[in-house]
């Protein structure tokens, strides 16, 4: 079994800088895909930043420039930079993840984290 431990988020002003942190743990074999996600009440889950196995990246439109998605090969983690926060961030984050193991991919969510950008 694979477990996803985020750390990170809480609250800042505009303008200010987080970072977000993702770990993998358990039967790993390769992960195909990490990053976040993010959900405001009302609204579908929307991608923030993903890395593609072995190193592409995607960013969702509203966060290109100021968010950077990097990965912890030794540690099976990704960090997400967040500079430049604006109040529409604020939302619960979570770290996403599709891991191959024994043959098969799943697909792994973490618990979330609130992420709240306000003066």
């Known amino acids: 079994q694979v477990q996803l431990v985020e750390s990170g988020g809480g609250l800042v002003q505009p303008g200010g800088s987080l970072r977000l942190s993702c770990a993998a743990s358990g039967s790993i074999f390769r992960i195909n895909v990490m990053g976040w996600y993010r959900q405001v009440p009302g609204k579908q889950r929307e991608l923030v930043a993903r890395?593609?196995?072995?190193?592409?990246?995607n960013y969702g439109d509203s966060v290109k420039g100021r968010f950077t998605i990097s990965r912890d090969n030794s540690e099976n983690a990704v960090n997400l930079q967040m500079n430049s926060l604006k109040p529409e961030d604020t939302a619960v984050y979570y770290c996403?993840?599709?891991?191959?193991?024994?043959?098969?991919?799943?697909?792994?969510w973490g618990q979330g984290t609130q992420v709240t950008v306000s003066s």
């Open positions: 890395i593609i196995y072995p190193g592409r990246t």
């Open positions: 996403h993840a599709l891991i191959l193991s024994g043959g098969d991919e799943s697909q792994y």
